[in-house]
């Protein structure tokens, strides 16, 4: 009697502390009784004891292709319970997704041949078409975990409310679209990368006063998009990097792999600091974000026109700013517009000039806003970055030397005068391109850092792209503004370029591996910028590095025939995860497989890049790779040579030489 009342006031202290829970079974521990895996799993829950006024187990979901297990809403002693049950591999709490986004941050999509209609919130099977095949939303975990999704904050349904999902699957599979723009930036037609392609969208990211994803509804949806029989998923999102036996999207995309499907990931918007990629297992396509040839601005005019300087905005009105007079303080803090430095007196009707200050652009448009002049140009470092978000009053940024220019013809006109007219955009080789972008993820990867990451870059930066047209998508004095088009920055945007041309590939090379297809895009990559010069990165604007890119920008032209792959397969990743030091149960986790050992473990994975961590304090080191190469350029017989750029420091040799003469049957190893 003691021990029972003991136990049942446990359990009464633990029935507010219900949350969801991530359970990975052993199906080969099933008793025969029970048909199918989810019949087991609903019995094993129920028979789980209630706290008395307490509730019972919640169900969630059940996976059967992503992982074997399910989700559920336990108490502690619940999950204690549970834990002790025949066939238990491992528990993990639910865990919270960081969208990839560098302003609003929303629902991604995957490319896909099929899918499923669910009707829901402001949705019904007559949204869809030949291009929308399939919608589905999951979000019983994230209503799990006491976020309330509201009518006023997004849609309970497949619904894109935000517009994150209507982008990033527009560019990558998006019809051709004439007249597109933003609000009269980036004029022309617009084509997603593969835009013959078929989408299917499932929803896993939803909004309240922020927007969160659960692990539990991202495997459910990854779930259902290998039982659709996708042939890309690309997710833009990522959660914090972890052991790839506690990453939903690494376990997830391990089994879309081991179906065919080439599985593609932002590498996060958390740079420029080293070891902040995201989404870094080997078997995922790891995606930077990078500039493009593009850029958008105002025209300013200096007094009666005898000086034009161009400065950088995005204004989204074309209303002018004419002949107005400008406002350059008398003391450093009013001249660098600081917080509460400006005399609003002063400013009134005037477009304020503002020198380089202490704190950014944007802490310096806030003042200029709050003292109510009537617009602005900031000089400022041209490795500063500002989004959409950051145009709510008409201003633009120049450069250094061109604020310099501006700051002369101050001082030697007795009455300066400045016109800006906004909505002008510049295409074109003047413009270098690719750079890396200043928020793109660094390698290496916390995980492992024996493999390169991102794997390749792709464009990232002002991307042009559909959006919700019943949405405000930018606000600009007491004016919402309304549009069809964006631009939007961030690694969720570049992430649907690669999916594009993986769907090209796949639809020509359809016996091609997702290993093969990563492969095409890496050895075809770019390394020069449009101008000829080595990659550079926006912060500070230097040669960036393969942490920064990977194996360089995408060329898509290029990708299609390789020539050689490298190319991997299940068994190279679990004797990968095996020299990661990860126990048999761990693996199992992640591979789902009973019938396996770690007698050959292998951190060198048959993988395009190379990858070794020196130690600064010995003077020399050899490291030797082994890759196995396959010809998929033909029948004809070929001859291929290695030639290799060693960095600084370094020698390195090839051997043995190759020669092919067979399609995707002959390989060489070479060291």
């Known amino acids: ?117 669910r009707d829901g919130d402001a949705f019904n099977a007559s949204l869809c078409n030949r291009k929308l095949v399939g919608a589905r939303s999951f979000s019983k975990g994230l209503k799990h975990s006491g976020i309330s999704i509201s009518s006023d904050d997004d849609y309970d349904s497949p619904r894109d409310f935000y517009g994150h999902g209507s982008h990033t699957s527009s560019t990558a599979a998006g019809s051709r679209v004439p007249g597109a723009n933003y609000f009269g930036y980036a004029p022309g037609t617009a084509t997603g990368i593969a835009p013959l392609a078929r989408v299917a969208m499932y929803k896993a990211i939803f909004a309240d006063d922020d927007l969160n994803s659960a692990a539990t509804d991202v495997l459910a949806a990854m779930e259902q998009a290998i039982v659709d029989g996708v042939d890309v998923m690309s997710l833009s999102l990522g959660f914090p990097e972890s052991p ?51 850029d958008y601005y105002a025209n300013i005019t200096l007094g009666s026109g005898v000086k034009g300087l161009r400065g950088r905005s995005i204004y989204p009105k074309s209303t002018p700013l004419s002949n107005l007079a400008i406002y350059y303080g008398s003391s450093s803090k009013q001249r660098k517009c600081n917080s509460d430095s ?170 091609w591996s997702p290993a093969a297809i990563r492969s095409a895009m890496m050895t075809t990559a770019d390394l020069v910028d449009n101008t000829g010069r080595p990659i550079t990165d926006m912060v500070g604007g230097s040669a960036a590095s393969p942490l920064d890119f990977g194996a360089g920008h995408m060329n898509p032209n290029r990708a299609m025939d390789p020539g050689l792959v490298y190319d991997s397969g299940s068994e190279d990743y679990i004797e990968f995860l095996c020299g990661l030091g990860y126990t048999n ?61 060693a960095p600084t420091g370094m020698k390195v040799a090839v051997a043995p030489a190759c020669w092919f003469s067979e399609t995707m049957v002959a390989n060489s190893s070479s060291n």
């Open 244 to 294: 790839y036996y506690l990453d939903v999207m690494a376990i997830g995309a391990f089994a879309a792999m081991e179906k065919g499907v080439f599985v593609v990931c932002s590498a996060g918007n958390s740079g420029p600091d080293a070891y902040s990629i995201f989404n870094g297992a080997p078997w995922i396509t790891t995606v930077g974000a990078g500039t493009i040839d593009r």
């Open 585 to 645: 149960q761990q693996i199992k986790v992640i591979t789902k497989r009973r019938d396996f050992a770690c007698s050959k473990a292998n951190l060198d994975l048959n993988y395009p890049s190379f990858m070794v961590i020196l130690n600064k304090t010995t003077n020399s080191a050899t490291r030797t790779f082994k890759r196995v190469l396959t010809s998929v350029g033909g029948s004809s017989p070929s001859r291929y040579k290695a030639v290799v750029n």
């Open 342 to 511: 400006l005399d609003k007196k002063r400013v009134a009707g005037k477009i304020v000039f503002c020198s380089a200050g202490d704190y950014g652009a944007r802490a310096q448009l806030s003042e200029v806003q709050s003292s109510g002049a009537l617009g602005a140009v900031i000089a400022t470092d041209e490795g500063e970055q500002l989004d959409i978000d950051d145009f709510y009053m008409p201003f633009a940024t120049v450069g250094l030397s061109d604020g310099e220019v501006i700051r002369k013809f101050i001082a030697g006109t007795k009455a300066p005068r400045m016109s800006v007219r906004f909505g002008a955009t510049q295409l074109g080789p003047t413009i270098p391109a690719p750079q890396v972008a200043y928020f793109s993820s660094r390698g290496p990867s916390p995980a492992s850092s024996s493999i390169l990451k991102p794997d390749v870059l792709a464009p990232g930066v002002d991307i042009l792209a559909a959006w919700v047209p019943n949405r405000p998508f930018v606000e600009v004095g007491n004016d919402n503004l309304y549009t069809d088009y964006a631009l939007v920055s961030g690694t969720s945007m570049s992430s649907p370029h690669i999916a594009g041309v993986a769907a090209m590939l796949r639809s020509i090379h359809k016996d």
């Open 1 to 117: 009697m003691i021990i029972l009342l003991s136990f049942e006031l446990v359990f009464s202290s633990e029935t507010d502390d219900r949350r969801p829970y991530i359970v990975h079974m052993d199906v080969s521990a099933m008793p025969a009784p029970f048909s199918t895996h989810e019949s087991w799993y609903l019995s094993m829950l129920s028979s789980l004891p209630t706290p008395s006024g307490g509730r019972a187990p919640t169900h969630l979901y059940t996976y059967t292709h992503v992982m074997h297990g399910f989700s559920a809403v336990l108490t502690p002693a619940q999950l204690r319970r549970l834990e002790r049950t025949e066939g238990h591999l491992a528990t993990y709490p639910e865990s919270y997704a960081q969208q990839e986004l560098s302003r609003r941050r929303h629902a991604s999509g995957a490319c896909s041949v099929e899918g499923e209609v």
